[in-house]
């Protein structure tokens, strides 16, 4: 008996049978709903040459491109800074001055509750800002928020006993944090950081409500603009595509961090060990 079929039964030749008759049930669903959204946009005329006309044009491609050089712009600067927020306010929370601790808490739990769209649309409005200084400050003070709260208790799932060997030792608190606490934290964490990041990247396209020009932005420009029959579908099927593509190597970027953490922390262990006889 392996260790994995001690956890379940193994199916048997009826239980697979009707795996397989499940998932071929499965299949044809996916299948017939994917025809009719087919069907539906063939039927209205989506796939029309007058509505793809427009993206022959080299004028609304410069306009694409540079709505999508904008988005990686605002989601490089808010992802840059909405981790220094999270590590700094998330160090805060961990402090052990009280003062320090609860006002850091109280600066989380309030942007953490406080819809981003009403954040973007304060700072721009009531403070005047640059639509992009407007998103960026906005996309930092959620998303670093809940990023503080990842980091928190990505440190506070580490065992205790590991906090409590290193100060046995004689490690003062920032060389626990930095030698013990946080790099077996990170990889615990990493899934959820990238996660956020992900919800960041996509949340960007909030900067069109405030007219910066973004990816969604120019988009809106390109099927309300226009003469070609309001081409709000064909737009749709432009953008969207690269929207889950930059998502999609967002996760392979993440998975390729953690496969090489994993890597690295095996190659460690086994360095140490062999070093360990000669020592003795």
Not at 85 to 91: I, S, Y
Not at 99 to 104: G, I, K, L, N, Q
Not at 252 to 261: D, K, L, P, R, T
Request: net charge positive; proline share 4%; glycine share 8%.
């Amino acid at each position: 008996m392996t260790a994995g079929s001690a956890l379940y039964d193994i199916p048997g030749p009826k239980a697979l049978a009707r795996h397989r008759l499940y998932a071929v049930i499965a299949t044809a669903l996916l299948a017939g709903l994917a025809g009719f959204v087919v069907y539906k946009l063939v039927d209205t005329g989506q796939f029309s040459a007058v509505k793809w006309r427009p993206f022959a044009y080299e004028g609304i491609q410069r306009l694409l491109l540079t709505g999508l050089a904008n988005t990686l712009v605002a989601f490089g600067w808010a992802a840059l800074a909405s981790l220094v927020f999270g590590v700094v306010f998330a160090a805060g929370r961990l402090s052990d001055h009280r003062v320090v601790r609860w006002a850091c808490t109280l600066v989380v739990e309030f942007f953490r509750a406080m819809p981003l769209l009403v954040m973007i649309f304060f700072i721009f409005i009531a403070l005047r800002l640059d639509p992009m200084l407007s998103l960026i400050i906005g996309l930092t003070l959620y998303n670093g928020s809940v990023l503080a709260e990842v980091f928190r208790a990505g440190v506070d799932a580490v065992p205790r006993g590991q906090r409590e060997a290193a100060y046995a030792l004689g490690m003062r608190k920032t060389q626990v944090m930095g030698h013990v606490l946080v790099p077996q934290a990170a990889r615990a964490m990493l899934p959820a950081i990238i996660s956020q990041l992900v919800v960041a990247l996509k949340d960007t396209s909030l900067g069109y409500l405030i007219t910066y020009q973004e990816f969604l932005y120019s988009g809106k420009l390109i099927a309300t603009n226009l003469d070609y029959d309001l081409p709000f579908i064909p737009v749709v099927m432009v953008i969207a595509p690269v929207y889950i593509g930059m998502c999609v190597l967002l996760s392979w970027c993440a998975n390729g961090i953690a496969g090489y953490e994993r890597r690295s922390a095996r190659t460690g262990n086994i360095a140490v060990r062999t070093q360990l006889p000669e020592e003795v």
